[in-house]
Every structure is written in C-alpha cells, then in structure tokens.
C-alpha cells in the first residue's frame, strides 16, 4: 500500500566479534519499519571492506549464501526508506567508496541534509563526479578531501554538514557513530555479552541481538568502535536539542526506547490525552493497524469506552505496494486492511489513528467503516495537523499535506465522517518527559531550528546521468 507516511532509515554497527554480518542481519531486520525499500550490509576483515546491498526487504537482499560471504569481525548495517534521492540500487546503503590511494570507508546514514546540494555543486565544479543521488555521498566526498588534513579528517568533514545526521562509518581498524549537534535522530550504544559494542538507532536492535544498552550517543559527540573498545570526542557543541516528536507518533517501534522515553508508553498516554480533550459517546474505540494501536488503547482506557478490533490488517501486503493512480491505491487499501462487518456493523465507532497526511488513503479507510455498515465515524488523530514539510528525514511532500490548506471541518467534511479531532500541540508535548522545546515540531508549527529557504527535497540531486541505473 502507498504509505502516506516515508520512513526514514535505520543504522547499526558492531565491532569485535565473528558473527558481524549476521548480528548486522537481525538487527536490521528488527529495525525494519524505518526502512523497506533496500538494505544492506558491509564488512571489515582488518585488511579491507566488503559490502552487499540490494533493493527489498532485509530477508530479501540477504541470503544465507550472502551472509557467508561477509566474513569479518566487524560490520555496519542499513535500512533505507529514502528522504533524498530516488528508489534506485545505487542509491541502497552504506555506500562503499575509496580515496587517498587505498583508503576504504563505508557509510550509513539516517536523516537529511539542507546543504548538500550547495556542496555537491561546489564538488561538481571541481571536477568531482558522484555515482548517486543521495546526500550520503557528500559526505563521502568531505572526507577524501579533507583526509591530508593535519587535525581530525572526521572533524573537518562533519563541520560542514547543517542538518540531520546520525552517521556510522566503517573503516579497516575502526568503527565512528556520529550524531549531530541537535540529536534530530536517535543513536544509541549497546555492548553484547563478550564485551563487544555496537551501535543502532533504536534499543529494539539491541534488545534483539542481547545487546545491554549504554546509552545514547551525544549530540555532536563521535564514538569510536575498535580493538582499544569505546572511545569518544566531540566535534561540535550540543545545541538545544531538536529531537524528533514523530519518531514517538509513528517511526519508532514500541518497544524502542528513544529520547529517555519507552514509545509504547508515550503513544498511549497520547491516546489518554486524546480522550480528554474529544470525548464522544461510542460503541467501540477501534485502532487503525498497525501505528494507531497504542493510543487507542489509551483512548479507551482513559474513555471508559469498550476497545475492539474491528479492521484487520492483511500481513502480506506490504508497506512498499506503491501504485501510481488513484483507483489502484483505493484497491491497495482493501488489500491492506479488511473490515471486521459484524463488529461495525450498526455502531458507533472511535477509529484511532497516529497522523493524517496527504488524506487520500486515511478518506479510502474511513469509506471502508462505511460500507461494512458502521454508523457514525468518530476519528482521533494522536498528533496535531501536519501542516508543514519535514527537511530532516521524513518525506512529507508538503505541497500535498491535506491539512496545509484545510480547516479541520474540511478535512472531516472530505473524509465524510461525523467527526475529527487532532491531538494539540500542548496535549502532544504533555506526553513525553524532556523539555518541551528539546522537541522539534517543525511539520506541525512551521518552526524549524535551522534556515531552510533552500533545501534538499526528496529528488532535488538527481541527475539525468542516474538513467543508466532505471
């Protein structure tokens, strides 16, 4: 089904132990919802870099040939849902690259940068030539060039990154987790029963692998993995810190622990908040699968308000079936999700939802409930109308954000229901345990941290020279 929701990506990295690759494999396979459009995995044996990556899921890119082919006691992983650059097999991560006469590296990165294509041009008119569209490759490009560099090579290369970044780089004898100076994304360290440590962008890798969890990597803080152990150094002060609110709505597993705060937790206490502000006589308090289930159970328990199961989601459908017109994503929709009609059927329903994008397949679920005989619609959103593009990491295309240009009576009236209520931005904020502005909640009030009169969106790098990839 078309998601109306882009996932960003998913980082790991391991250091020290022979079962890199396949620690790599089921940690990435854990962190699967951040990314199902390509994966992939590369290696370090101490002498040199191996890297396989394909298009698809993890299971799919992966096969236990593959996997013995990575031998090495160290790897780095990738999911990637992309926010820049194209669904393309050159764009899949960690790109491996090459420079200064035999030095290898390999890169993973989940988040976006505003700035890249100011330096890609400068790059480009250098004479430099790049073999994706992604803003990853930027950096690849700092690096070389800054790698004769008397001080830090790594250093000079981030400081001239503005945006969001949690980075892990593979190097022969090493290992460095990075994550900007505002902690847009989540980056956390682990260290496994030997004693060896990794790093992931959730605590659901590190659960699944019997990783111990440390802590998170700092804002501006570069953590090295190697033989020595765990090492770090800053290369910028932290700012006031702009992490994600969506990663709790709907990107990160329930079970992650991002930000000091268990998702699960949070997104039922959204549901809680919810049920305060719009209450509404009902039969049922029914969750659309799967991202709407923790806060409808909020809901229901704070409502005193029977909770069901009445919309049941086809397992086999999966997240990437795109289709490219409008008639094949309502199809698309009643492939993804079935009606429960004897549960709908005659009743009052509160259906519970994470967020409304672009309305097209929410207003296609909704005339789902309809059809199955449901009698009046009362839908909660449990984040505030997304009004505004995301420049850090989630593809919302802003130009089709049905709430940018609608009230909230006209996007009830469009979906057809008897009524809609989104969650407010102080209920939202209520809801987790930091500072309210340690959050950024740039989609929902247009208030972003950094400049970005000029961005990268999701296609602005792509170049005609990238059809020999199609």
């Not at 976006?112 to 930027?138: C, K, M, P, W």
């Not at 969506?246 to 949070?266: C, K, M, R, W």
């Not at 328990?301 to 490219?324: A, D, L, M």
């Amino acid at each position: 089904m078309s998601s109306e929701k882009k996932d960003k990506c998913g980082v790991f990295g391991v250091w020290g132990t022979p079962d890199s690759a396949q620690l790599a494999y089921t940690a990435l396979y854990a962190q699967q919802h951040r990314g199902q459009e390509s994966a992939g995995i590369a290696v370090s044996d101490g002498e040199t870099l191996n890297a396989h990556a394909g298009m698809g899921l993890v299971a799919e890119v992966f096969s236990p040939a593959v996997l013995d082919r990575l031998e090495g006691a160290a790897a780095i992983g990738h999911n990637r849902y992309s926010t820049t650059g194209s669904s393309r097999a050159c764009n899949a991560q960690p790109l491996l690259e090459e420079f200064g006469g035999g030095i290898q590296v390999a890169v993973a990165h989940n988040g976006n940068l505003i700035n890249a294509g100011l330096l890609r041009e400068q790059y480009e008119q250098n004479g430099h030539i790049f073999h994706t569209s992604t803003d990853t490759e930027v950096i690849v490009h700092l690096l070389a060039y800054h790698h004769l560099s008397k001080s830090d090579p790594l250093v000079q290369a981030l400081d001239h990154l503005h945006g969001a970044y949690s980075l892990v780089f593979l190097f022969r004898d090493r290992i460095e987790a990075v994550r900007d100076p505002w902690g847009w994304r989540p980056l956390v360290i682990g260290q496994l029963d030997n004693g060896s440590f990794c790093v992931a962008s959730e605590t659901v890798a590190l659960d699944t692998i019997g990783a111990r969890f440390i802590r998170e990597v700092e804002p501006g803080e570069i953590v090295t993995l190697s033989d020595r152990g765990l090492e770090s150094r800053r290369f910028a002060q932290a700012q006031r810190p702009a992490h994600c609110i969506f990663e709790h709505i709907y990107l990160a597993n329930p079970s992650s622990n991002v930000f000091g705060d268990t998702v699960q937790v949070v997104r039922e206490k959204l549901g809680e908040v919810l049920a305060e502000e719009a209450p509404v006589a009902a039969d049922y308090v029914m969750p659309m699968p799967d991202s709407g289930r923790s806060a409808a159970l909020g809901y229901a328990r704070r409502s005193g308000i029977e909770f069901r199961e009445g919309i049941v989601p086809n397992r086999y459908v999966g997240r990437t079936f795109i289709q490219p017109t409008q008639a094949q994503r309502d199809i698309a929709v009643n492939l993804k999700l079935n009606v429960v009609r004897e549960v709908v059927r005659d009743k009052r329903i509160i259906v519970v939802e994470d967020s409304i994008v672009r309305g097209t397949t929410t207003r296609g679920k909704m005339n789902q409930l309809r059809r199955a005989g449901a009698r009046e619609i009362h839908l909660r959103i449990s984040c505030p109308p997304i009004r505004h593009g995301c420049y850090f990491g989630i593809d919302f295309a802003e130009s089709q954000l049905i709430a940018r240009e609608r009230s909230v009576s006209e996007i009830r009236d469009f979906l057809e229901i008897e009524s809609l209520h989104f969650l407010s931005h102080e209920g939202m904020l209520n809801c987790v345990s930091r500072p309210n502005d340690h959050y950024c909640t740039a989609c929902f009030s247009g208030d972003y941290r950094l400049n970005v009169d000029r961005p990268v969106t999701k296609l602005s790098l792509e170049r005609h020279q990238l059809k020999m990839f199609t």
